[in-house]
């Protein structure tokens, strides 16, 4: 992404003029995360805390051993959060997460990056959102890395509605410091609707874009048990993930890529009826299709207790929303929604809808309005 460079210099000043550690540390990620490029970018490379990056270590949950890999900043730790990706297979080791993880920690914020088994697998459950609880749990029990006992967390995509989730539990209410979801959902079966339907939940000045392929083809990855004969569905599965891994790949290696739809294409002709047509139906990107095939299957793949909305116990943290203006995969309006919801339970929200981003991604170029206000957000989120 190429932003404006005398905006970023402008705006970079007036952080520096501020005088706020919060806004100069949000400025400083904001230009690394955007690779903005240049002095600017050079300035804050140079003074940005250096990163150790740790071996993968295993955290204890109740579904046992789950991997994560720990961002040390150089010097003394006054918070550490936990950032957990969406549903990628690729883990901890995607690359706009390790970019992300450095960046943070680059910031003076100890990272502990943690990729949940069900997210990788494309499934979407409340066993996640135990994860991230236990995760904060163990965390937070670490002196060295919690010293107030407290932690942050960051959930992305799909983990941020988790997060959220997770945050609001007994076990772990008073041990999280802040929630950031960052294009998360508010409301699980409202989401699975609207990538079977392209129908969002309605929120005033917000508007509704038809849904992202991606997003249906997860559905039916899950849901393939109802839908084809069983002898079928592993093999079925199985195109589907070499899809969904071509998608990934066309952020990093555009050849890999193609490679990988190629074979996705290939595989379609292994396969017998009805998985024959629902393999074409992901490789050729027809929602339509996918969706009628899927609706009738929603209501059994959207667990009540993956959703925010959804779930007896509100966070005590304060809740930071950030949601892409455009977003194809998780609707705009969902964060706007469950503001909203989470206000009238008592919780400190605060929300950003940022022309800026997508979904869950810097990529865009951007007026210094735009750019001022989400370093304005990331501000708020440091100084916690």
């Known amino acids: 992404m190429r932003l404006r460079r005398s905006l970023v210099v402008l705006l970079v000043a007036a952080a520096l003029a501020v005088a706020a550690r919060p806004y100069v540390g949000a400025a400083s990620l ?132 988790l997060a959220i989730v997770a945050s609001g539990r007994p076990s772990v209410r008073d041990k999280v410091a802040y929630v950031v979801s960052f294009g998360g959902h508010g409301d699980l079966g409202r989401v699975l ?55 990934q790949l066309t952020l990093v290696d555009m050849k890999e890529a193609n490679a990988t739809f190629a074979t996705a294409r290939e595989m379609v002709k292994a396969l017998p009826e009805p998985s024959a047509t629902y393999l074409t139906y992901v490789n050729e990107r027809n929602v339509k299709a996918l969706g009628q095939v899927l609706v009738p299957h929603l209501g059994l793949e959207a667990d009540p207790a993956a959703s925010p909305e959804r779930t007896a116990s509100a966070p005590a943290a304060p809740v930071f929303l950030l949601h892409g203006d455009g977003d194809t995969v998780i609707p705009t309006a969902e964060s706007a929604v469950l503001a909203d919801y989470l206000r009238a339970k008592g919780v400190g929200v605060h929300l950003l809808i940022s022309r800026i981003i997508t979904h869950a991604e810097l990529d865009r170029s951007a007026a210094a309005a735009e750019i001022w206000r989400l370093i304005a957000f990331w501000a708020e989120v440091l100084r916690r």
């Open 30 to 161: 904001f230009v690394r995360v955007a690779n903005t490029g240049g002095t600017v970018e050079r300035f804050f490379e140079a003074r940005a805390r250096r990163v150790d990056v740790q071996p993968p270590h295993t955290v204890p949950t109740r579904e046992g051993g789950v991997t994560a890999q720990y961002y040390r900043p150089e010097g003394a730790i006054r918070r550490s959060v936990l950032l957990v990706p969406g549903v990628h297979s690729m883990g901890i080791a995607e690359p706009r997460l390790t970019a992300l993880s450095r960046d943070l920690a680059g910031s003076g914020i100890a990272v502990m990056a943690m990729a949940l088994p069900d997210l990788t697998n494309y499934r979407i459950t409340a066993r996640s959102a135990d994860a991230i609880e236990d995760a904060v749990a163990w965390l937070s029990a670490q002196p060295a890395l919690a010293p107030d006992g407290r932690v942050g967390l960051i959930g992305i995509s799909f983990a941020g509605g």
């Open 193 to 247: 609707r609207y990538l079977a339907t392209g129908e969002a939940v309605q929120a005033p000045g917000i508007d509704t874009h038809p849904p992202h392929d991606y997003g249906v083809a997860v559905i039916l990855h899950a849901a393939a048990d109802r839908v084809v004969p069983a002898e079928q569905v592993a093999p079925l599965r199985q195109g589907i993930r070499t899809f969904l891994l071509a998608s």
